[in-house]
């Protein structure tokens, strides 16, 4: 059973390795840089994502210790809460820290109100996520730089900038993947017009870059 886990575990964090990676991606004989494949977010947004992910996972790390296992994932500053709190209280202040933060779009509170996940919970929620990136890669028009994937207690959380029939895809994908519970999604719904301009700045953002201000 341990070797089963570490060898999860292991697949897990190589892939994430794989697809954070910035190198080249060689798919279907048609190679493609993992950073041009399409953020649909401007430098800014992804850098007031990841300045909310930061503030908020130190602050309630320091403020509720033992007594949570908080996870926070925001995407096009749309901000997901998801792990375990010890009570509803606790929730409740999780939640309401995150809607006072001044980038915060929406905030989705999924806390689950028990103890905290195990080591081996968080390596199969790990594996299942990697799992689930890997998929959606390599599945045709389904623009994965510009979703978040989240797992947690095997139920998977969607997050991104996507046409209806992209989210659709997306979601079957989520679905199928075996060891998934429920999947939640929590979509930008762009027209193909949209998508199209939201590209076509992307590949520009990235052949010009500037640097990100926050708002």
């Given amino acids: 059973m341990q070797i089963k886990l570490a060898s999860k575990l292991l697949i897990a964090l190589m892939l994430t390795s794989?697809?954070?990676a910035c190198g080249v991606l060689a798919v279907g004989g048609v190679a493609a840089s993992a950073a041009v494949l399409a953020d649909r977010r401007s430098p800014n947004v992804q850098a007031i994502d990841k300045g909310i992910e930061l503030e908020?996972?130190?602050?309630?790390s320091k403020r509720f210790g033992d007594n949570a296992h908080i996870n926070i994932t925001s995407f096009n500053q749309k901000v997901l809460i998801t792990g375990e709190?010890?009570?509803?209280?606790?929730?409740?202040?999780?939640?309401?820290?995150?809607?006072?933060?001044?980038?915060a779009r929406s905030v989705y509170n999924e806390l689950v109100i028990g103890a905290?996940?195990?080591?081996?919970?968080?390596?199969?929620?790990?594996?299942?996520?990697?799992?689930?990136?890997?998929q959606?890669?390599?599945?045709?028009?389904?623009?994965?730089n510009?979703?978040?994937?989240v797992a947690e207690g095997s139920s998977v959380y969607l997050m991104g900038i996507l046409t209806q029939k992209e989210a659709d895809i997306a979601k079957k994908v989520a679905s199928n993947a075996s060891g998934v519970k429920e999947v939640f999604v929590y979509f930008d719904i762009i027209s193909d017009a949209e998508k199209a301009r939201l590209d076509k700045q992307g590949k520009a953002d990235e052949s010009q870059p500037t640097s990100p201000k926050f708002q």
Avoid: C, H, W
């Fill in 18 to 20: 794989f697809l954070s």
């Fill in 56 to 60: 908020a996972g130190n602050a309630l």
């Fill in 85 to 103: 709190a010890k009570d509803a209280d606790i929730k409740g202040e999780a939640g309401a820290y995150v809607k006072a933060m001044k980038n």
């Fill in 116 to 134: 905290n996940s195990t080591y081996t919970a968080r390596a199969n929620d790990s594996y299942l996520e990697s799992k689930i990136k890997t």
């Fill in 136 to 144: 959606m890669i390599f599945t045709e028009q389904l623009p994965s």
């Fill in 146 to 149: 510009s979703m978040a994937i």
